[in-house]
């Protein structure tokens, strides 16, 4: 697939927007196409996270993010096992639900510790002392140990 993306929509060929256009419906088709319209609950809690990091302050947006995925992850769950026929088979669409909300709550503290460290190295904000989180105090060890812990770079 790649192969086909990078012959047909090549960057010099191409601008941005219509790649990633490209790239969003057809990841939204092979969604469809393999949970049905269990793939709207992809969508609805990535929106409503999305939401709530665009109008959360970033003080709190990780908590309120980590809050409504994971609520929204063990209702969908609750309601799969309980509700609906356990014993039927049906393609399960609570496994990427996990991937998808380990992603947004990832993003949502990445945005976070971006602005305290921010904050932290100007100083400008708190008015006396920089205001550091406790892995922007350490930076060697959270150098060291971000970028393996991460989910993101190993997808």
Do not use: N
């Not at 609805?44 to 995925?69: D, P, R």
């Amino acid at each position: 697939m790649a192969f086909w993306f990078r012959l047909y929509l090549h960057p010099s060929k191409t601008s941005t927007f219509v790649r990633h256009m490209v790239a969003t419906l057809l990841g939204l088709y092979l969604a469809v196409f393999c949970f049905g319209w269990y793939s709207l609950h992809f969508l609805f809690q990535s929106g409503l996270t999305y939401c709530i990091m665009l109008f959360a302050g970033a003080e709190h947006m990780h908590k309120y993010c980590f809050i409504v995925a994971l609520g929204y992850l063990s209702l969908c769950q609750i309601t799969r096992v309980y509700v609906f026929d356990y014993g039927m088979y049906s393609a399960d669409f609570t496994g990427p639900m996990m991937v998808i909300t380990q992603k947004i709550t990832s993003l949502a503290f990445e945005i976070h510790d971006g602005e305290e460290d921010s904050v932290g190295a100007t100083g400008s904000m708190g008015g006396g002392a920089p205001h550091l989180s406790p892995f922007g105090k350490h930076p060697q060890i959270h150098r060291g140990w971000g970028d393996q812990c991460q989910y993101s770079p190993w997808t």
